[in-house]
């Protein structure tokens, strides 16, 4: 006679943050991978992603701060006034973190809908 025993399933496991992240971003990363995993979004396959928004973020204040002491324009080598350095990087952060934000379903995609029971022929083109 065979004998079969249940086993209850393993809990899922809580993901854990990267450790090259700082302190900031690894908060960030666990507090979103947690609301990210209940609404079904992250998986082992995206948590990558996950941890270059966090860093995109991380980035993002870094030079918000150091743009916030200083002036947005600085004297370049012959004395005329170009953009700081700091500001290419950070806009360039800021769109990353934009587009993996999207891709991971913490805001949403920036399609125009139309509102419920309205929208015309074009409406299902996402134009």
Known sequence: M????????????????????????KAEWL???????????LSPENEPLLTTYVSAM??????????GRGKLVIK???????????????????????????RLGIIGTGAATAPEGEGDAWSGMDL
Request: aromatic content about 0%; some cysteine; proline content about 10%.
């Open 58 to 67: 991380e980035l993002i204040e870094s030079c918000d701060k150091e743009l």
């Open 2 to 25: 065979t004998v079969l025993k249940l086993v209850k399933k393993a809990p899922a496991r809580e993901p854990a943050a990267p450790k090259n992240l700082g302190k900031a971003a």
């Open 76 to 102: 370049g080598p012959g004395g005329t006034m170009r953009p700081h350095p700091l500001i290419g990087p950070r806009n360039k952060a800021a769109q990353n973190a934009l587009q993996l934000a999207k």
């Open 31 to 41: 507090r979103l991978a947690g609301l990210l995993r209940a609404k079904g979004t």
